[in-house]
């Protein structure tokens, strides 16, 4: 029996993942499946700071799968934050997939039928970047200081995925980097996409700047 690690949220995401549970009880897919829970409400996230969802994030390494609830991430500065950097970091997962499909009966806009998918690093980049302030608080001579970071595994993860994920649903692969301006930072997701591109020379592969995607 497999065992799938629920982590619960907050307000309707909550409710949300209980009508999923619901539907992924045994007795109504006919799949053994054990749920393992963590109570990742804001509350919780609280006491002790974040320590439930390091409990989690590790149970999730460990059974290879889990499901969770949208939750609050708190806007002060040094409270809780967000737990989902917090769980991928320690699952060690790179690739967030969004998918988009055409909903029956619902017109689109512009002619556009086809389904889209976006692959986008889960770790790096903004994530845990380092920020500092310089000059006077308020005053419009203030400046903000980002130092954002990716590795070249986070780039080749991304790229194999979307390749892979392309190849199984006959998609073209578009790229999203802004390598012209930026063509060492985002040169290197640039390189690692042509690369995952040699290899994979039956899927579609059309590199594109952010600003055309």
Request: with cysteine.
């Amino acid at each position: 029996m497999r065992t799938l690690v629920v982590l619960e949220g907050d307000q309707t995401g909550q409710e949300l993942l209980e009508e999923a549970l619901r539907a992924m009880q045994p007795d109504v897919t006919g799949v053994p499946l054990a749920f393992e829970r963590f109570n990742l409400s804001l509350d919780e996230r609280r006491r002790p700071s974040n320590g439930v969802v390091r409990d989690a994030a590790k149970a999730m390494r460990d059974a290879g799968l889990g499901l969770k609830a949208a939750t609050i991430a708190p806007e002060t500065r040094g409270d809780v934050g967000s737990p989902n950097a917090i769980v991928r970091e320690l699952i060690d997962g790179s690739v967030i997939l969004r998918v988009g499909r055409r909903l029956p009966g619902v017109r689109t806009v512009g002619g556009a039928y086809t389904p889209i998918a976006v692959a986008r690093m889960a770790t790096g980049d903004a994530y845990n970047a380092r920020e500092r302030r310089e000059g006077e608080a308020g005053s419009l001579d203030e400046v903000a200081y980002r130092e954002d970071r990716i590795t070249r595994a986070n780039c080749r993860a991304v790229s194999e995925y979307a390749f892979i994920y392309a190849e199984k649903s006959g998609s073209t692969v578009y790229g999203g980097p802004k390598w012209t301006v930026s063509p060492v930072y985002e040169g290197m997701l640039k390189e690692e996409m042509d690369r995952s591109a040699s290899r994979y020379p039956g899927v579609a592969y059309q590199p594109d700047l952010i600003d055309a995607v």
